[in-house]
Structure formats: C-alpha cells, structure tokens
C-alpha cells in the first residue's frame, strides 16, 4: 500500500485534527487492550508517528491531536520537513530516523533527530559515530536487525550483529540503546516469531556483550498489537494514524 496524504483542499484543519484524534483514541485503546492481554502497561510503551510522505500541516495537526514524537525515513524530507514546520510557527517535536541511510547523508543527521533508529551495519555505525563526535554529541540509535532474513529487508543478520556488539558498544559518539526490525508483511504468525526472535536476540546480546539494551522498536500499522503482545516498547505508526485510506483494524 502507498502512502497518501491525509489532506484533501476542502478539508478544514479542523476536521483534519478531529480525524486524527479519534484515531489516536482507537490506537490507544488498542495499545491498551494488546497491552492487558500479556499483562504489560500501556505506558510501557512508545507511540512514534511516521510521517513520511506527509506534508508538514499534517504534522502539525498530529502534534494537537496529542502524537509527541515523528519519524521520517529519508534525511532530506526530514529536513525541509523541520523547515516548514519552523515556517509555520510550530515548535518543533523530537524526529526519529528510521529509513535506509547512506553515509554521504549522515552529517546533516547526526545530532538533528532524537534517535537513528536504522543502524543497519558496522560500516554505518561508525561513520555515524565519527558524524557525531564532530558534531559534539552522542547520538541515540537502535540497530536495524533483519531477523526475518528476507533479502529486501536490511539490517544486521544475527550473527554479525553478535560478532560485532563489542565494537559496537565502544563507539564514541553513538549510545546503542535497542533494537528495530521490521516484520514481514501481510503475515501475522511470521510477524509474531519476525518479533519473539529480535526479542531473543536482544537478549543474547545483552548476556554475551557489553551491550545495554532496553528498546525493542517493532511495530507499524499491520502489526503493533502483535509486537506488542512480543515485547516491543516502541511502535511506529504511519497509515493508522495519519491515512483515511488505511482502514484500520481490519487485518487483524
Ligand atoms: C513506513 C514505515 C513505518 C510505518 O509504516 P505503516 O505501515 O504505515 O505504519 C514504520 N517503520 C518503518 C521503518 C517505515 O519505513
């Protein structure tokens, strides 16, 4: 499914903000039912808006309608999207990171958004770390895991992920804090073992490294209340929360 804008010409901000709230109702009521299920509480856990491909004035109308944290996945939309957002006069919320990175696109990152959360191999991870030293900051990051081990997705694969935690965890300028993964798509019971194994993963790692993981990312619109009912912390929304297209809660 692609990513269509929420605003239409003749629809008001205000209608605007009303939809996207009684979203975050359902959502949240949602997160608190998947949450009751397995005996977690709903503040356990960290609702990120995705709002790539969205324009800034849907941001802004998210931000009334209570979301607190966006991410975008492409290092130029996030920074004209901040733009904007200045332009507009809004004061500008934490962005998350969460799309493939290139290291010639690292600079204009490292320091700009709360947390990098596609650290997706040792290679990026120190050009990251080295973005961020110059920056004079650590950066908060999570690494991508590509438990799943399908070919499109990227990530760390288990093994290298657990050959290369030590050097990892001795960057300067980087502050590993967890894990994110993506699950396959339109498949519920993979989805939930795509979960459990990046959940076990963490787990090894925090034994067998130096390594101090507390974040599990895992989540989207198809699948938060799985990743959930497996441990995630952080679920990161786009279609649920922001698209009329999506209908929501019909996949389950
Ligand atoms: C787009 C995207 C999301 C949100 O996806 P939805 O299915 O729209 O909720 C979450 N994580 C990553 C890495 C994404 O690229």
Redesign the pocket.
């Known amino acids: 499914m692609t990513?269509t804008t929420t605003t239409t010409s003749a629809e008001s901000s205000e209608d605007l903000t009303r939809f996207l709230v009684e979203r975050r109702e359902r959502i949240l009521d949602a997160v608190r039912a998947a949450c009751a299920r397995v005996g977690r509480e709903a503040t356990e856990i960290e609702l990120v808006c995705?709002s790539?491909g969205e324009p800034a004035e849907v941001v802004a109308a998210a931000l009334e309608a209570g979301w607190t944290i966006f991410?975008e996945?492409r290092v130029p939309e996030l920074v004209r999207k901040k733009a904007e957002l200045e332009a507009l006069g809004v004061a500008l919320p934490p962005f998350d990171m969460?799309?493939n990175l290139q290291t010639n696109k690292l600079k204009a990152l490292a320091g700009q958004v709360r947390m990098v959360q596609?650290v997706s191999s040792l290679h990026l991870a120190r050009a990251l770390s080295g973005r961020a030293e110059q920056a004079g900051v650590v950066q908060r990051a999570l690494l991508e895991v590509n438990v799943s081990g399908e070919a499109t997705k990227q990530g760390f694969s288990q093994d290298e992920l657990l050959e290369a935690a030590e050097e990892l965890a001795a960057l300067p300028a980087l502050s590993i804090e967890g894990l994110m993964t993506?699950a396959p798509a339109r498949d519920p019971e993979a989805a939930r073992e795509t979960f459990r194994a990046a959940r076990a993963l963490m787990k090894s790692l925090e034994m067998g490294s130096s390594l101090t993981l507390s974040e599990l990312s895992a989540g989207?619109?198809?699948d938060f209340e799985i990743a959930i009912e497996e441990g995630s912390t952080m679920v990161?929304?786009?279609?649920?929360a922001l698209s009329r297209n999506y209908e929501p809660f019909t996949t389950r």
């Open positions: 990513m995705v790539k991410a996945n969460i799309g596609s993506m989207m619109s198809d990161r929304l786009g279609r649920v």
